[in-house]
């Protein structure tokens, strides 16, 4: 008889991709060094976390375009507003928690307010890392969402991250990006139709019994789910919202109404207060569309530390408890669907 | 050669008092427009900037966003006012604005805003935002080898703000030989006496410990001001520069210079044309 192996507390540099998932290492910091070569106005910049989120590969390619700002995030972005004021195109990184909890009043007045094309790349965005609520950017969206002029991308793989920088090159203005960094999953190569675009959500698959609407890595969760609920006869639709805001309202009402019996679960890596979930619930209460409605998101709460698998579970955005949510408002038998 | 007392310094300086002069009168009647602003502070601070305006910074009335200007940002927001006398004075802004300053729709709100008015750089008020932005500036104007400089007014209540020292000591680390700094010294900021509220004294020294040239001068006397704004910009040194100028809130105004010392100086409204006469009798203008 042997002890169960223990799960070790997933570190900063955990990746979140399951094992046998294929996955592209440093999909950011490979795209921006190709992004930047055609783009001489593009600048990296970081408050001590060049190889946490993956600008390290850019600081290799570009030494003389990589600004090493300290620890210092306020800084931080006050010197990209100035880089962005003198022409450039700086891509500023740090982590979500520091981004949003430390140094909004500086996104908000030095960069969003005057539209300046500062690009915030923020790693361990929700529950991705299993150092405890100082690492945890459980609320990022919801205190971002209320900020005027800023655009919030959080893309679910490494597809999604290489096309979303070339995006944000073409993109005039300031975007916060929800990084996922070191070996990311390439989960999106599966939809050869799918192409990032900023304000877009975007079909990943039909089904007629449920439809899931995600961001990010629950995006990912989705369609493991999907692919689960369909061998039991349930097909379960998946729209991958990678920009919560601006909302793609009429994409999302378009899909809600195709199957307006569908129930309709928001699965987002974030806070169920104040980020995609709600978002898409004011949307469809303000155009008058009544659906089962359900949110699959992490609780209102500082959240704990552990192994990342562990915690998935414990906060329900694991694959495995995704599907046990879907199961209770979604069967093959039309007639046990539940009155909620 | 030196210079006598009818020399080009003299005459340097006799110009700069009729500027600094004018600047106090364009902030004195936008005060009265609203019956209320910042004049304490723009008459404090009107001699540093008739020196940074018409001395010192490369720029085009015609064009604010001339690429090869300098670029003056104001990171107190609530010194928008003697900004706006400071650009009204250089030809940016024209004068007639004074009529509407803080009205609906003027392009002279009472807080800087970029989006607002022609030559306001940045969007102040919050305070702590200017020297690191300016620093970023510093950053891409070297990255285009432009030989434009950053000057930032800020003031010593802000440097209360930690995010100031953050830019501080990033300047000092980049080298930013292209970058000035320059603190209103006026010991007032919104509760009390700048030393009372948090004491930064000594500030030079502080400032110097970061690796900053650092220079000290009465911000009311121009021929200091000129020399330190001389020094700081021949200066062969790859070091940021500070120009630390110790005001006196009401400087021009007999009556305000004695007044109890507020953030927010009070002035009633029969006392509006005493200030500008006052102003003008100072000047020697009838």
Request: include cysteine.
């Amino acid at each position: 008889m042997s002890a169960k192996k223990k799960l070790k507390t997933s570190a900063m540099i955990a990746s979140i991709a399951d094992e046998g998932t294929p996955t592209t290492s440093a999909p950011f910091g490979h795209a921006l060094v190709k992004a930047a070569e055609k783009n001489p106005k593009i600048v990296g910049m970081t408050a001590d976390l060049g190889k946490y989120t993956d600008l390290h590969i850019f600081a290799q390619a570009y030494p003389d375009r990589y600004y090493q700002m300290g620890m210092a995030e306020q800084l931080l972005m006050m010197a990209g507003a100035g880089m962005a004021r003198e022409g450039f195109i700086p891509f500023v990184t740090t982590y979500s928690v520091f981004a949003s909890r430390r140094a909004y009043d500086f996104i908000c007045l030095a960069i969003a307010e005057e539209k300046l094309n500062v690009k915030i790349i923020s790693a361990l965005p929700g529950l991705t890392t299993g150092y405890g609520p100082s690492h945890q950017a459980t609320e990022d969206v919801a205190i971002f969402r209320g900020m005027p002029n800023l655009t919030i991308i959080d893309p679910c793989d490494a597809v999604d991250i290489e096309q979303s920088v070339q995006a944000m090159v073409d993109f005039d203005g300031p975007v916060y990006l929800r990084l996922l960094r070191g070996k990311v999953p390439r989960v999106l190569d599966r939809f050869p139709d799918y192409r990032f675009e900023i304000g877009k959500a975007k079909r990943l698959i039909d089904g007629k019994d449920a439809l899931i609407i995600s961001s990010g890595l629950m995006t990912t969760r989705a369609i493991e789910a999907s692919d689960q609920m369909k061998e039991n006869g349930v097909e379960v639709g998946v729209m991958h919202c990678a920009t919560i805001k601006p909302l793609d309202n009429e994409a999302i009402l378009e899909e809600v109404r195709r199957h307006p019996d569908r129930p309709v679960f928001v699965a987002e890596n974030h806070s169920v207060v104040g980020g995609l979930g709600e978002s898409i619930a004011s949307l469809l209460m303000r155009e008058g569309v009544s659906v089962t409605f359900r949110q699959i998101g992490l609780p209102d709460e500082f959240l704990g530390a552990g192994a990342l698998p562990t915690l998935h579970d414990l906060y329900g955005i694991s694959t495995k408890e995704v599907v046990k949510t879907l199961e209770q408002y979604v069967s093959s038998d039309e007639d046990i669907m539940p009155t909620i | 050669m030196s210079q006598t007392a009818i020399g080009p310094k003299a005459s340097a300086v006799e110009a700069l008092r009729q500027r600094a002069y004018k600047i106090r009168r364009h902030a004195l009647r936008m005060g009265e427009v609203q019956g209320q602003g910042y004049v304490g502070q723009a008459l404090g601070v009107a001699d540093v900037l008739a020196v940074s305006y018409f001395h010192a910074l490369k720029l085009d009335p015609k064009d604010p966003e001339w690429e090869e200007r300098d670029r003056f940002l104001l990171s107190i927001g609530h010194y928008a006012i003697a900004l706006y006398a400071a650009l009204i004075e250089a030809g940016v802004i024209a004068e007639e604005e004074i009529e509407d300053y803080g009205s609906d729709d003027s392009i002279l709100p009472m807080s800087g805003m970029a989006d607002y008015t022609p030559g306001m750089e940045i969007t102040g008020g919050s305070l702590g935002h200017g020297l690191g932005i300016g620093v970023g500036m510093a950053l891409g104007l070297k990255r285009k080898e432009s030989a434009s400089r950053i000057f930032n007014l800020l003031s010593d209540g802000e440097l209360n703000e930690g995010s100031t020292w953050e830019a501080v000591a990033s300047a000092a680390h980049w080298k930013l030989d292209n970058l000035i700094a320059i603190v209103d010294v006026n010991d007032q900021q919104a509760d009390d006496k700048s030393s009372t509220v948090l004491n930064y004294e000594p500030i030079a020294d502080k400032w110097t410990a970061f690796g900053w040239e650092t220079y000290r001068v009465n911000g009311n006397d121009l021929e200091a001001l000129i020399d330190a704004f001389d020094n700081a910009m021949e200066s062969r040194s790859d070091k940021p520069r500070v120009i630390i100028c110790d005001t006196l809130m009401g400087r021009g105004v007999p009556f305000l210079e004695t007044r109890d010392k507020t953030h927010f100086i009070r002035v009633d409204e029969d006392e509006w044309s005493v200030a500008l006469k006052q102003l003008d009798e100072v000047y020697g203008v009838q």
